[in-house]
């Protein structure tokens, strides 16, 4: 049996945060909490929160840290994050990272490891830009490495598949740099915590192993 974890996953856009998590939630039942789906969901509901960052997200800024920080406050309130939880996308400002803290004890909950996945801009780009996904499951597919069987629908329901409107080659750009504006800081917040994992390497078997001994430690 594998250890019960709590993790951050940090890394720009396209550097593999989604991805690893479902490949973590295969070995161990953590909880997925994105910040980003979160925030989709309120814009399908079309809530006046979801509207406003609609907005932002579509121009490749962050939403508010108040509104992320509450909503990841109810959701590690929940029972399912009782067996460990990944988090994903969230802390994205040293603001988020220091409010968490507070959230955390508040919850009687800590934090085990922040696991940071670095990648070349160029590749990180090119993935970005070969993502798709479901518009009625919410599967996702990349071009690159997870393409769908048949061009352009969904593998598990036969829905149509698009391009989020963040992953055009123009808004990735932009948000790559807010990226290194905004959430790179947030690395440095860890590092002195002693609780940063670095991940430099690209090829998707050899994280994969690294990830696995992480949740044997
Ligand atoms: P993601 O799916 O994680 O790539 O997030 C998509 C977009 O949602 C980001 O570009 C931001 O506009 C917004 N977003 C997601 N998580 C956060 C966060 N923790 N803080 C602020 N904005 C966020």
């Known amino acids: 049996m594998l250890k019960q974890k709590n993790l951050i996953l940090v890394g720009a ?4 945060k989604g991805t690893f998590s479902t490949y973590l939630q295969s070995l161990q039942p953590l909880a997925h909490i994105s910040t980003g789906d979160m925030l989709r969901e309120e814009i399908r509901k079309g809530s006046e929160c979801g509207k406003e960052a609609a907005r932002l997200m579509d121009a490749g800024q962050l939403v508010s840290d108040e509104l992320v920080v509450a909503m990841i406050e109810i959701r590690l309130g929940k029972s399912d994050c009782d067996g460990g939880f990944i988090l994903d996308g969230f802390p994205r400002t040293v603001r988020q990272a220091e409010l968490l803290g507070g959230v955390l004890s508040r919850l009687g909950r800590s934090l085990d490891r922040v696991i940071l996945f670095e990648a070349p801009e160029e590749l990180l780009i090119r993935r970005l830009t070969a993502r798709s996904s479901c518009l009625a499951c919410g599967a996702t597919f990349n071009a690159l490495f997870l393409p769908p069987k ?5 593998d598990h329901c036969g ?4 391009q989020r409107p963040d992953d055009s080659q123009e808004t990735a750009k932009k948000r790559l740099l807010v990226y290194a504006k905004q959430t790179a ?3 440095a917040y860890y590092v002195q915590s002693g ?4 991940i430099t390497e690209t090829d998707k078997k050899e994280i994969e ?9």
Do not use: D, Q, Y
Not at 159 to 162: Q, V
């Open 13 to 16: 856009p396209g550097a593999g």
């Open 150 to 154: 048949k061009t352009g629908i969904c």
């Open 159 to 162: 829905g149509e598949l698009s």
């Open 185 to 187: 800081p947030v690395i």
């Open 195 to 198: 609780k940063l994992l670095r």
């Open 209 to 217: 192993a690294i990830l696995l001994r992480e949740l044997n430690a």
